[in-house]
């Protein structure tokens, strides 16, 4: 409940179960790897790499050789601090750019080789599980945008 210029607005959150569609005969699977998409079935399979290197290149050799080079002074200068937020602005750019572009070349993909559905692989609860992996495979998940990629191709 909340109070806004004088009205009460109430927000109410609600569950619904929806029955999972069953994929049909022809169906195409989209596998989400950290280097590369693969969309296919058993007779077509088309590979779509990721900019995962790429922006563990700027995230590594950018931002955080800046951070250690002004180990104590980089969160008090501006200059610096402003640096490091562009180069996380370009880092998301470069994910929605893939994630849009992505997710327009798989639909486009499905639809011209005459599939009608999509099945997308479950990923549900890997967040929980990336907190048993090593550092550097948990760094890789800060920039793998699964869910993101999903929700375009929906």
Do not use: C
């Not at 007779?43 to 180990?71: C, D, G, V, W």
């Not at 370009?90 to 639809?111: A, H, M, P, Y």
Request: glycine share 6%; proline share 2%; no cysteine.
């Amino acid at each position: 409940m909340k109070l806004s210029n004088g009205i009460i607005k109430l927000y109410i959150t609600m569950k619904k179960v929806v029955k999972l569609p069953e994929p049909s005969g022809r169906a195409v699977g989209v596998d989400l790897n950290f280097n590369e998409i693969v969309v296919g079935n058993e007779k077509i399979e088309f590979r779509i790499k990721t900019p995962l290197a790429r922006i563990m290149h700027i995230k590594h050799n950018h931002m955080e050789r800046t951070q250690k080079k002004y180990s104590k002074k980089w969160l008090n200068v501006k200059g610096i601090r402003n640096a490091i937020s562009r180069w996380w602005k370009r880092i998301s750019g470069i994910i929605d750019n893939f994630v849009k572009q992505t997710s327009k070349i798989i639909v486009k993909l499905v639809k011209e080789l005459g599939f009608n559905t999509i099945v997308l692989e479950d990923l549900n609860g890997l967040k929980y599980k990336q907190a048993k992996l090593k550092k550097t495979w948990r760094k890789r998940f800060t920039f793998f945008a699964y869910r993101k990629l999903q929700h375009w191709i929906e």
